[in-house]
């Protein structure tokens, strides 16, 4: 599903941020990244959303070549890649319908398909209730609930998260980690940066360590260090 | 193709986001167009002026007493025969009285005294191209002064020299009033442009989100270009409905009183039309493209 092979990703001012990276995940895989600040875990998902192009290697997302990717073709690519992140991105003045309604309208659904959709996802995360609440309303775990509603809506292959936890309190981490492990059963590839020690140590998962830019380890069921 | 729905909501909803710039955009672009639109007319103004007092002849060949019908056909002949000559009409005494009489309708002291008799018949000679006023006086052997060599013609003159004279006098007003309707036009571009760019940065969040989910480029832009759209023609229908105000409260008036003067009439006006809304379409898209290009490399 994702495969990047020898991988460098260096900055127009010069920090590289990446250093021969190879990485496979396969269909249904969920991947912790981790590392500390500014050991590349944002750079990792920023290439695979195509929001940069490495400087060297290559990277395959759902089967497309990243750097053959035309400016033409990267909104399609981006619409199999659901995405989540710290600060959520809502849009205030929507609401919740319409926040996760916005992400169908805007790649041209007819609004058949959205009315049938945002209810069926919405309940997913539990949020059936708060349907035409506004955001300023919501706590940080329905907020990213929503966000997290708004990234599966349309049915992804894949879902980045990039530290997705990282505003929330405990118990609310757990509750989203519960959501992110739902979504990856039904068969989303699921890639989370984080830097949540318990999280990473509860979950079990497959982790991939990143240290200045480069793999220092890659464990299936593994923990944070 | 976007919705229509969502294309009316986005439009709307970013004209009452910046009222203010959007009505210096809306009302530059009116006075850009109301000005261009003058300039049009006052052109069209002009050529039925010309086309009225010289019937679209160049070039008048007058013909000494008594005209001879030989001489008629050989010098038609001679004429005709040459490239830049596209047509020539005998025009006979009774003609050319009555043509004098329509010119000068409205100086009756003038048209009383003067003898039908006294004016000369001549050639009118259209040319292809007015420039070559030359090579018809050197083939009829005449001088630089119209003064003619060849039995039977009097004199030639070159209408153009007073086209030359109504033009240039012309000139200078419609070239002023261009130039300056394109300096509004550029103004109303930038300010077009402004008014992009302000929506562009105030949505850029949600632009941001638009591009994470997958819209396409296009997606996103063609809300920001029908805004600006939206602004420019509703200033060139402003600016059509003043160019018909002022035809009617200027130039209806005069319809009466000065009548050998062929008057701009609605269908000129109504030909202007188009013009204004493709000045109008073209500014906008350009300001848009240009206001949006630096917010969209993604």
């Not at chain 2, 005209?67 to 047509?87: C, I, K, R, Y």
């Not at chain 2, 018809?136 to 020299?161: E, F, M, N, W, Y």
Request: charged residues 20%; neutral net charge.
């Amino acid at each position: 599903m994702i495969s990047l092979q020898h991988v460098t990703m260096v900055y127009r001012n010069g920090t590289t941020a990446l250093e021969d990276v190879s990485v496979e995940v396969d269909k249904g895989e969920f991947v912790f990244i981790v590392g500390q600040s500014g050991s590349g875990k944002s750079t990792f998902i920023r290439l695979l959303l195509k929001e940069e192009d490495a400087t060297k290697g290559e990277i395959y997302v759902a089967g497309k070549n990243l750097a053959k990717l035309t400016a033409w073709k990267t909104p399609h690519l981006r619409r199999n890649i659901g995405t989540v992140f710290q600060d959520f991105k809502l849009l205030q003045d929507k609401t919740v319908f319409e926040n996760v309604g916005f992400a169908l309208e805007v790649i041209g659904k007819p609004k058949h398909v959205i009315d049938q959709r945002v209810p069926e996802i919405l309940d997913l995360v539990g949020l059936s209730e708060k349907l035409n609440n506004y955001p300023d309303e919501l706590s940080g775990g329905e907020q990213q609930r929503v966000s997290m509603a708004r990234a599966c809506v349309n049915r992804p292959l894949v879902l980045l998260a990039d530290e997705p936890t990282g505003n929330l309190d405990p118990s609310t981490s757990v509750e989203i980690m519960r959501l992110l492990d739902k979504v990856n059963r039904i068969g989303t590839t699921v890639v989370m940066a984080t830097h949540d020690q318990a999280i990473v140590d509860a979950m079990r998962r497959r982790v991939i360590e990143l240290d200045k830019g480069k793999v220092i380890r890659d464990q299936a069921r593994g923990v944070y260090s | 193709m976007p919705r229509f729905e969502y294309l009316f909501r986005e439009t709307t909803s970013g004209l009452r986001r910046n009222g203010l710039v959007a009505f210096a955009a809306i009302s530059t672009t009116f006075i850009a167009l109301l000005l261009f639109g003058l300039a049009l007319l006052i052109s069209r103004q002009v050529s039925l002026m010309i086309d009225q007092a010289t019937g679209n002849v160049e070039v008048a060949v007058y013909l000494s007493d008594p005209v001879n019908p030989d001489t008629v056909s050989s010098l038609t002949e001679t004429l005709v025969a040459l490239p830049v000559v596209e047509t020539v009409d005998f025009e006979d005494k009774e003609e050319a009285c009555a043509r004098f009489k329509i010119l000068f309708r409205n100086q009756s002291a003038l048209v009383n005294t003067v003898d039908c008799d006294a004016l000369p018949a001549s050639l009118r000679v259209g040319l292809t191209n007015p420039e070559e006023y030359a090579q018809v006086a050197a083939v009829l052997g005449c001088g630089r002064d119209g003064r003619c060599s060849a039995p039977g013609i009097d004199q030639i003159v070159d209408q153009s020299a007073f086209l030359e004279k109504l033009f240039s006098i012309t000139r200078v007003f419609r070239v002023g009033v261009l130039l300056i309707s394109f300096v509004m036009l550029v103004s109303a571009a930038i300010l077009i442009a402004n008014t992009v760019r302000m929506g562009l940065f105030a949505r850029r969040k949600e632009i941001g989100i638009m591009k994470l989910v997958g819209a396409t480029n296009w997606r996103i832009r063609i809300p920001f270009l029908v805004e600006g759209l939206f602004e420019s023609l509703i200033g060139a229908v402003a600016a059509i409905l003043v160019l018909f105000g002022l035809k009617v409260a200027f130039i209806n008036p005069l319809y009466g009183t000065v009548r050998f003067v062929p008057w701009v009439s609605n269908s000129d006006v109504v030909a202007v039309i188009p013009w204004l809304l493709i000045a109008a379409a073209v500014v906008s898209l350009l300001a848009g493209l240009v206001g949006m290009r630096r917010f969209l490399d993604v």
